[in-house]
Each structure stands twice: as structure tokens, then as C-alpha cells.
């Protein structure tokens, strides 16, 4: 039987999950340092095996349900059993937590992927074989970058933003409280943490005069390492062009960063994103879920 021990969060896991996620080498150190400093009400662990050769990151969602938010098996390794032990031990921690239920589904706001990509094919067949039911399916769109879209477009939603006096302005880190209140107040807490947290925060605000005015709308990246979203208009705003500007912005920074392109997590509107920026729908994640014993 494979040994499953608590683990610290340091390089030689960022190395271990980079070699085993193949389709998210780039950005898999960022996301383990992102899922090791979650919001701090959160009871998270990580477990591993001894010689750190297969390892877990697992959590307690505001609903009380477990979710296996990283799991990551050293290819040289793989075929031993070591991801079933992995979740095995995920589940025995969830259970020591109150959790009745496990998930292979992303935990909002602090999350790696919505679920488990469809090419990473050996852990759907993990869950599968272990009794995980697909309940859900989510998707993620991409962006080239720089983003292509309408420039006549463009300049026309400025021009419709600047007539109804309503400006676009960055809110660096550290000087978010407000934005993040009417992101809280709008939508939720998740997406208020993810502003805060966000390397990018652009919005809109209606009387040009006062930064802090009416806020119409905001959109962030990099909560999720590297990936836009969320984003969000009030009702009281849309029609004006504000999400198309303030995705553009956004955007515009993350090439600005060095990126070629941009994922759009766990997308609803399809038609808006491809629209607005030429986005194509691209990954697809199942979500898994069973009930604890």
C-alpha cells in the first residue's frame, strides 16, 4: 500500500505537477503557489508520497463538499496505484473535515481548472473507476494575442462611454476596496476575492470627475495565473459597451506581459467573448463528484 504523508507546497512540487501536466507546464508553478495561498478561511491540505512522487491538493468548498483541486503522478510513477491512494487519502482528509461529498470540480475563487481536462484522459478514468460521476461540463475560450477585433468598433464604444460620461481607469493592488465592494455587492464574495487578488483590475465608473464615482462594470486577469476573468456589467449598464472595453483592456495587458494568448476561464457567454475578441471555445473539463461513505 502507497504511503500518503502532508507535504509542503514548495519547488519540488511545482516541478512534479509541471512533468505531469503536460498541458499546463507553463503556468502549473504559478497555479501551485496560487492554490497554496487560498482565502483564509479555507481548510486546505496537500498530501503526498513520501519520496514526493504523486501529490494532491485538496480542500472544503463554502458549501462543505471536498474538492481535489490538483492531483499530479511523476509519469515514471504512473501505473503504480498511486493516484488511487492519492484519492483515497484526499477523501479519508475531506471526510476528517465534514465533507460528505468529493469532487473533481474547481473550488472558487481559488481554483487550478473547473475540472478535469478532457486530454488528460488517465485521471477521468481515475474518477470514473473510483465511482466519480460527470455531472457537469464546463469550457474555457482563447484569445491571440494581441486580441483582433472592430477597431471602427472599438472607438465607438469609447465614443458611446465618453457621451454618457463614464471612464475606464486601472485600480492597481492595494487600492481595490472599492471596486471590490461593488463586485461583492453585484455578485459575490468569490469574484470580489478574485478582483482583489487579480494581477490586472480594470473598470468603468460613470462621472469622469471621481475615481471612486458609480462603478458600471469591472474585468480582471490573473487571479487564475495568466487566465482572464471574471468580468461583470450592471444591469443598469449594458449596452454601453463596457464589458468589450474593459475586455480589450485587460487583454491589451496581458500581451503587454509577454503573453500570446489569453484563456478565458469557465465561459459562459460564447457568442459575446468571440465577438468581442475573436475567441474560440478550446478546452473542455469534465466535473466529477460522489457521495462520501
Known amino acids: 500500500m502507497t504511503d500518503i504523508v502532508p507535504a509542503e507546497a514548495d519547488g519540488t512540487l511545482e516541478r512534479l505537477a509541471a512533468a505531469a501536466l503536460w498541458a499546463d507546464a507553463e503556468d502549473t508553478a504559478l497555479v501551485v503557489r496560487r492554490l497554496a495561498d487560498p482565502p483564509g478561511d479555507r481548510a486546505w491540505t496537500v498530501l503526498a508520497t513520501p519520496d514526493r512522487d504523486g501529490a494532491v491538493f485538496t480542500s472544503i468548498g463554502a458549501d462543505g463538499a471536498g474538492h481535489i483541486d490538483l492531483i499530479a503522478v511523476d509519469p515514471a510513477a504512473q501505473g503504480r496505484g498511486i493516484g488511487r491512494a492519492l484519492v483515497g487519502a484526499a477523501e479519508e482528509w475531506m471526510r476528517a473535515h465534514g465533507a460528505a461529498e468529493a469532487r473533481f470540480a474547481g473550488n472558487p475563487p481559488c481554483y487550478a481548472w473547473p475540472g478535469i481536462d478532457v486530454r488528460y484522459t ?3 478514468c481515475l474518477a470514473e ?20 477585433y472592430d477597431e471602427a468598433e472599438h472607438e465607438a464604444d469609447l465614443a458611446k462611454l465618453a ?7 486601472a485600480a492597481p493592488a492595494g487600492e481595490r ?4 465592494a461593488f463586485v461583492r455587492e453585484q455578485w459575490n464574495d468569490k469574484w470580489a476575492w478574485e478582483a482583489e487578488q487579480a494581477t490586472g483590475l480594470h473598470y468603468a465608473f460613470r462621472d ?31 449596452g454601453l459597451g463596457v464589458g468589450r472595453v474593459l475586455l480589450r483592456r485587460c487583454l491589451a495587458e496581458q ?7 489569453a484563456q478565458i476561464g469557465w465561459v459562459g457567454p460564447l ?10 471555445a478550446e478546452r473542455v473539463f469534465w466535473l466529477y463528484r460522489r457521495a462520501l461513505d
Open 255 to 261: 500581451a503587454a506581459a509577454g503573453q500570446t494568448s
Open 208 to 238: 469622469g470627475a471621481a475615481r471612486d464615482g458609480d462603478i458600471l462594470g469591472f474585468a480582471a486577469w490573473g487571479a487564475r495565473p495568466l487566465w482572464f476573468g471574471p468580468m461583470g456589467t450592471a444591469e443598469a449598464a449594458r
Open 177 to 180: 476596496a472599492t471596486v471590490a
Open 163 to 169: 457621451a454618457a460620461g463614464v471612464t475606464v481607469a
Open 271 to 280: 457568442r459575446f467573448y468571440s465577438r468581442a475578441v475573436g475567441a474560440r
Open 122 to 124: 488517465p485521471a477521468a
Open 129 to 148: 473507476s473510483l465511482g466519480y460521476e460527470r455531472y457537469r461540463v464546463a469550457w474555457n475560450m482563447t484569445a491571440a494575442l494581441p486580441a483582433r
